[in-house]
């Protein structure tokens, strides 16, 4: 698959088969990934990867605190800000169109939460990967962390995998630290599921909007 294929065939994939996926090729889109930038060569990025029995006691335990602390989902990471204007439409749009395709009207909030929990079983994947980072860290080392999120979605794409990346896990993040044994210096960033993508989900025709290069861009020539 050439590099323009795979950054256009990747997207965000909430439904997966039960196939496994062998630790090898695991192993092998992480040194793709490991291939990243950092600022002077840092390398922020930790990996917890989960498979097996180890993913199941991780799915059952963050949705145990889930439904025992539906409260306790403030982030631990750092405040991201008020969304405005384009952002909050494009998060919107997003969201109507793949409720719709799930057939979740607006206000069922009982529907929205079971749907918000599949997160926390990794959308079915077998594999999940939750990604940590040193809390002393500077902003520029989360620039290298998305880049290494990319490559290693990249690479996920051009083996036939599929991938979604969770900014849920840094909710109800408490459960996770402690079944993972992740360190109290460290922020749990987000998760990702990796597998095959379940063809037959209808949530799975979703492809996100892109806005147009003129949209983001300001040409300075002359």
């Known amino acids: 698959?050439?590099?323009?294929?795979?950054?256009?065939?990747?997207?965000?994939?909430?439904?997966?088969?039960?196939?496994?996926v062998p630790?090898?090729?695991?192993?092998?889109?992480?040194?793709?990934?490991?291939?990243?930038?950092?600022?002077t060569n840092i390398q922020p990025w930790k990996v917890h990867v989960v498979m097996g029995p180890a993913r199941d006691r991780l799915v059952a335990e963050v949705l145990a605190h889930r439904e025992t602390r539906p409260d306790d989902s403030v982030a631990?990471?750092?405040?991201?800000?008020?969304?405005?204007?384009?952002?909050?439409?494009?998060?919107?749009t997003l969201g109507k169109a793949m409720y719709g395709l799930i057939g979740i009207p607006k206000g069922d909030e009982a529907?929205?939460?079971?749907?918000?929990?599949?997160?926390?079983?990794?959308?079915?994947?077998?594999?999940?990967?939750?990604?940590?980072?040193d809390k002393d860290l500077g902003s520029m080392s989360y620039i290298d962390l998305g880049i290494f999120l990319q490559s290693l979605m990249l690479s996920a794409t051009s083996r036939g995998l599929s991938t979604c990346a969770q900014g849920a896990w840094n909710q109800f993040w408490?459960?996770?630290?402690?079944?993972?044994?992740?360190p109290d210096d460290e922020y749990i960033v987000c998760g990702v599921s990796l597998g095959y993508e379940d063809e037959t989900a209808p949530v799975n025709a979703l492809v996100s909007e892109r806005e147009p290069v003129s949209a983001f861009t300001t040409w300075h020539e002359e």
Not at 25 to 35: M, Y
């Open 23 to 39: 630790r090898e090729v695991v192993e092998a889109i992480l040194e793709d990934a490991a291939r990243s930038p950092s600022g």
């Open 76 to 92: 631990e990471f750092p405040n991201r800000g008020k969304r405005k204007e384009p952002y909050t439409t494009r998060m919107r």
């Open 1 to 20: 698959m050439q590099f323009a294929d795979a950054l256009r065939a990747r997207k965000s994939v909430r439904a997966f088969r039960a196939d496994p």
């Open 111 to 133: 529907a929205g939460w079971e749907q918000w929990g599949r997160n926390y079983k990794f959308f079915d994947a077998p594999v999940g990967l939750i990604v940590t980072i």
């Open 174 to 182: 408490s459960a996770t630290r402690r079944v993972l044994e992740v």
